[in-house]
């Protein structure tokens, strides 16, 4: 019996909050005057937040936003994508200040080369680390 009494009461509490959510929307909008407005719209928010803190609507939402994240498999190639990319944005730096004259040619011609290698070591490095996936974390563990 007490797991019945515990649902009912539940539904009790969820309906005394709808009412009141609903309550508080139509007084802070139909309210005379800005005072009656203020005084209903603040009793009702503070049924509402102790209705909320009694049904454990936080709790709940944080559990059920929790369950639904998704975490990477793939760390180990993202980390390999990531740090591709930055290579080629020094790639893309060198090369534009190099044509715009901010570089010397030849200085900037001996870094293009060295970035272009480093970006084909990272391509084979990319290639293994392709498929290997993230071990899985505790259950006690947060991100």
Sequence with gaps: MP??????????????????????????????????????????????????????????????????????????????VDAFLAEVRRLNWAASGAERGFRDQEQAKQELDALEARLHELVGKIRESAGYTAPEPDEGASF
Aim: net charge positive.
């Design 3 to 80: 797991a019945q009494r515990h649902t009912t009461q539940m539904v009790l509490l969820a309906s005394i909050l709808g009412a009141a959510l609903i309550g508080d929307a139509v007084v802070l909008y139909y309210g005379p005057n800005p005072a009656t407005r203020l005084g209903l719209g603040l009793l009702l928010l503070a049924l509402i937040m102790w209705m909320s803190a009694r049904l454990g609507v936080v709790s709940r939402i944080s559990q059920s936003l929790s369950k639904g994240y998704k975490r990477r498999r793939f760390l180990k190639l993202r980390n390999s």
